[in-house]
């Protein structure tokens, strides 16, 4: 915990940028029956029934000091998917940073060891030089903004039936179009200072003498 709130109080630097990372997954679901339209003081009516259309998944990269997000939708939440999401972080979204530091939770996924997995050696190492993790503790997600920003998207975005990827895509990126252009950022007030007072039941009692 101490280690990530000491992340959070480093100053804005875009040579060495701090990065959170969170992922949710979104049920696709299509309409059994056609949504009733529109009518003067009712909205419009679904059935209750719907059909399961699969999962997707999202990755979310959000750096909170500029206001800026990057939402990526797969198929799928393999290492595989994780390690080429992290790639495109490094060399599409970040290409001029020298390292990122990339503030995660510890998802058996969230690993160097999945780049060894998706990319040859030489290019593994070369993403995992770009960057310097940390890992959010065991039931410490509230560390993570990157969960903050997942949940204002669920709120905003997914709280609808959407029955394809391709919707789910449109969708969010409208969203993050709209959320990145108002520069929305996190001022992170909570220190280690903080969570010694706050947290004190946390942590270990040490007897003296």
């Not at 029955?163 to 950022?185: D, F, G, I, S």
Request: overall charge neutral; hydrophobic content about 40%; aromatic content about 10%.
């Amino acid at each position: 915990m101490e280690d990530v709130l000491d992340v959070y109080q480093r100053p804005y630097d875009p040579l060495h940028p701090t990065v959170c990372m969170d992922e949710l997954s979104k049920q696709l679901v299509g309409e059994v029956a056609e949504p009733l339209p529109l009518e003067g003081g009712q909205p419009r009516r679904y059935d209750y029934e719907y059909v399961r259309q699969g999962v997707s998944n999202l990755f979310m990269f959000f750096e909170p000091l500029v206001g800026q997000r990057v939402v990526k939708v797969t198929d799928r939440r393999t290492k595989i998917d994780w390690a080429y999401a992290v790639r495109d972080l490094v060399d599409v979204h970040y290409p001029d940073a020298q390292t990122i530091t990339l503030v995660m939770d510890n998802l058996n996924t969230h690993s160097l060891g999945s780049l060894y997995e998706a990319f040859e050696p030489a290019e593994a190492k070369r993403i995992a030089d770009r960057l310097e993790i940390h890992h959010t503790p065991k039931h410490g997600s509230w560390l993570n903004m990157a969960e903050m920003e997942l949940s204002v998207l669920a709120r905003q975005c997914l709280d609808r039936r959407i029955p394809e990827a391709a919707l789910l895509k449109r969708y969010v990126t409208a969203w993050q179009t709209r959320r990145n252009q108002a520069q929305v950022k996190v001022d992170w007030r909570f220190t280690t200072a903080d969570a010694r007072i706050k947290l004190k039941r946390l942590y270990p009692s040490i007897q003296v003498g």
